[in-house]
């Protein structure tokens, strides 16, 4: 059973960081892209970050790119969000998942990915 536990969410002043750790369990996680999503109440799950298993192709949301860096440690089964230069509207839960494709390929659509965790929460306050 494949199984993603996030950590490092917490409270931030804008213009801070917090660097969030997803552990993978029960899948070849070397093998599968991995991505974080974001949700926000009222509003649907958004795509943040996404990296190949190798990790050569890396996608960033436009609201986060040049602050936001996923990275992946494969002999740890982890991978990393960091975020820097926070912002209130990067106030959410983090989600990370993996991707159903073998191949290992990253994608920006929530709808290519099938295992997720149980978010963890981000606050940024002004």
């Known amino acids: 059973q494949v199984q993603l536990r996030e950590s490092g969410g917490g409270l931030a002043q804008a213009g801070g960081s917090l660097r969030l750790s997803c552990a993978a369990s029960?899948?070849?996680?070397?093998?599968?892209?991995m991505g974080w999503f974001r949700q926000t109440p009222g509003k649907e799950r958004e795509f943040v970050a996404a990296?190949?298993?190798?990790?050569?192709?890396?996608y960033y949301a436009d609201s986060v790119k040049g602050r936001f860096t996923i990275s992946r440690d494969n002999a740890k089964n982890t991978v990393y969000l960091q975020m820097n230069s926070l912002k209130p509207e990067d106030t959410a839960v983090y989600y990370c998942?993996?991707?159903?494709?073998?191949?290992?390929?990253?994608?920006?659509?929530?709808?290519?990915?099938?295992?997720w965790g149980q978010g963890t929460q981000v606050t940024v306050s002004s």
């Open positions: 998942s993996t991707s159903h494709d073998p191949r290992g390929l990253a994608y920006v659509l929530e709808v290519q990915y099938d295992y």
């Open positions: 029960g899948r070849t996680f070397s093998s599968y892209a």
């Open positions: 990296i190949s298993w190798s990790p050569n192709s890396i």
